[in-house]
């Protein structure tokens, strides 16, 4: 097998292990204001930080698979990644603000005890899930569908052109799955009224993303996809189905792997229809970018192959220790008082109050 080769199936795995792990973490940062509710305020933000405890410790450990994946597409495939920033530039970056605003409100969510004080980061949190949830869907389905690339290789498309219908399909379906995806994950990790909660709305969820999900494939297999491809679409199915089924009768354990298998299958689907090509030229086939003449050198590739095989078993092995630490349920017998700093108290002037004159 040719190295182009090989690091075109590394990057997808790389991109994999990032939908698939960072995926829950979206779809619980989306369900924050369904799931983490309660009778009062008090309630209310107590669940929150359960919600938010669950990803607490492995979020940011998630995001790496991110960073390795563009690294990985800029050292193996630099004219791919030129061509994809350049005619992505909106959409990525919209993605990396959202990124980086919902990071800052993990840290700075608890700094401060003021309901107000969190109620706003708690807002940048579900944007902050919301926005690359939608846009890395729309971002996939412009690949494989292709877009107008020119003779220079720049990408001629205007942001209207990405918003077809198609592709905003492919960002209702990542937008479902990683819904349904945390869902399931918060059942899992979570106890008590959150647990409870959780179950419902993944059981309420599964069957919408079954045929907003279920569409996408179809339509991806039909329009660009090969013959062996059909064997994802069949696996994607067959999973979505088992995890409606492993909803209801609360097996969130293997609703999880389900879910999982669910969107392994499908980017599976995406870069096995995709191969050869990296980004395909509606403008002309010949313009398009493939896994030859977008790749780096032949000596560039075996270096980065010896160092990915050394480095790669420990990065794994670190973060599956990080989730085996941190594998217990949280509730809300476990969220302790908030040690914040005290809110902001308004003057008397601030509030309205006439002062007294001497």
């Given amino acids: 097998m040719e190295l182009t080769t090989v690091w075109f199936l590394l990057i997808a795995v790389l991109w994999t292990g990032y939908l698939v792990l960072e995926g829950f973490d979206f779809g619980v940062g989306m369900l924050l204001p369904v799931v983490g509710r309660g009778a009062d305020s008090a309630g209310?933000?107590?669940?929150?930080?359960?919600?938010?405890?669950?990803?607490?410790?492995?979020?940011d450990g998630n995001e790496v698979w991110l960073l390795v994946a563009g690294g990985a597409?800029?050292?193996?495939?630099?004219?791919?990644?030129?061509?994809?920033?350049?005619?992505?530039?909106?959409?990525l970056l919209l993605i990396l603000l959202a990124l980086i605003g919902r990071g800052v409100a993990f840290e700075y969510r608890g700094k401060v005890d003021d309901p107000a004080w969190r109620r706003r980061w708690d807002l940048v949190i579900i944007v902050g899930s919301f926005l690359p949830s939608l846009l890395w869907g729309v971002a996939f389905a412009n690949i494989v569908r292709g877009?107008?690339?020119?003779?220079?290789r720049q990408v001629t498309s205007s942001l209207f052109d990405l918003l077809n219908p198609y592709a905003l399909l492919g960002g209702l379906t990542t937008l479902t799955l990683f819904a349904l995806h945390g869902a399931v994950f918060l059942a899992l990790k979570s106890g008590g009224a959150v647990r409870e909660r959780a179950g419902l709305v993944a059981a309420r969820l599964a069957p919408v993303a079954l045929v907003v999900a279920g569409t996408f494939a179809v339509w991806t297999q039909l329009a660009h996809g090969?013959?062996?491809?059909?064997?994802?679409?069949?696996?994607?199915?067959?999973?979505?189905?088992?995890?409606?089924?492993?909803?209801?009768?609360?097996?969130?354990?293997?609703?999880?792997?389900?879910?999982?298998?669910?969107?392994?299958?499908a980017v599976v689907l995406i870069f096995g229809s995709l191969f050869?090509?990296?980004?395909?030229?509606?403008?002309?086939?010949?313009?398009?970018?493939?896994?030859?003449?977008?790749?780096?050198?032949?000596?560039?590739?075996?270096?980065?192959?010896?160092?990915?095989?050394?480095?790669?078993?420990?990065?794994?092995?670190?973060?599956?220790?990080?989730?085996?630490?941190?594998?217990?349920?949280?509730?809300?017998?476990?969220?302790?008082?908030?040690?914040?700093l005290p809110g902001r108290r308004r003057l008397p002037a601030q509030r309205g109050v006439p002062t007294q004159r001497h």
């Fill in 44 to 59: 209310t933000d107590t669940h929150r930080r359960v919600l938010l405890n669950t990803i607490g410790p492995v979020w």
């Fill in 73 to 91: 597409t800029f050292a193996a495939f630099p004219e791919w990644y030129a061509t994809l920033f350049s005619g992505f530039y909106l959409p």
């Fill in 147 to 152: 877009v107008a690339i020119d003779a220079d």
């Fill in 226 to 265: 090969k013959g062996w491809t059909w064997a994802a679409v069949v696996v994607a199915a067959v999973a979505l189905l088992g995890a409606v089924a492993a909803t209801r009768v609360r097996r969130e354990g293997v609703a999880f792997v389900l879910t999982t298998l669910v969107i392994v299958a």
């Fill in 276 to 340: 050869p090509n990296v980004m395909p030229s509606t403008t002309d086939p010949a313009f398009s970018l493939t896994t030859s003449n977008a790749a780096s050198t032949p000596y560039t590739l075996k270096v980065m192959t010896w160092i990915a095989v050394g480095l790669t078993p420990f990065v794994l092995l670190y973060q599956g220790w990080t989730y085996w630490v941190f594998r217990q349920r949280i509730s809300a017998e476990h969220i302790p008082a908030h040690t914040g």
